[in-house]
């Protein structure tokens, strides 16, 4: 069973941090673009990061540029969100996802994904 668990989440105050990690079971993520999405209550979701299949390429949403870091590690089969200087804005429940297209992994350039089946996620609450 293809499978990503995401987990990290927390009650942080502003400013502070936290790292969230994606790990996948059944597939191997080598050969896929990664990303990092999250769900604010009442909004749709949204891609913050992306990370390309060898880890040399990403980017982020504008919210979140110079404050989150995505990184993966494919010998753990594991993907990373660093996230610093953390802001209410950020509260919301984070997935990871694979693009399960098979010629995409490369390059994080695109908007089209096709993605396989979500996790529960992790909750990051931003909160004094």
């Known amino acids: 069973q293809l499978q990503l668990v995401e987990s990290g989440g927390g009650l942080v105050q502003p400013g502070g941090s936290l790292r969230l990690s994606c790990v996948a079971s059944?597939?191997?993520?080598?050969?896929?673009?990664i990303g990092w999405f999250r769900q604010a209550p009442g909004k749709e979701r949204e891609r913050v990061s992306c990370?390309?299949?060898?880890?040399?390429?990403?980017n982020y949403a504008d919210s979140v540029k110079g404050r989150f870091t995505i990184s993966r590690d494919n010998a753990k089969n594991t993907v990373y969100l660093q996230m610093n200087s953390l802001k209410p804005e950020d509260i919301g429940v984070y997935y990871c996802a694979a693009d399960m297209h098979p010629s995409r992994g490369s390059s994080c350039s695109g908007s089209n994904w096709l993605f396989g089946s979500w996790g529960q996620g992790t909750q990051v609450t931003v909160s004094s």
């Open positions: 059944g597939f191997t993520l080598d050969y896929y673009r």
């Open positions: 990370i390309n299949s060898s880890g040399s390429s990403t």
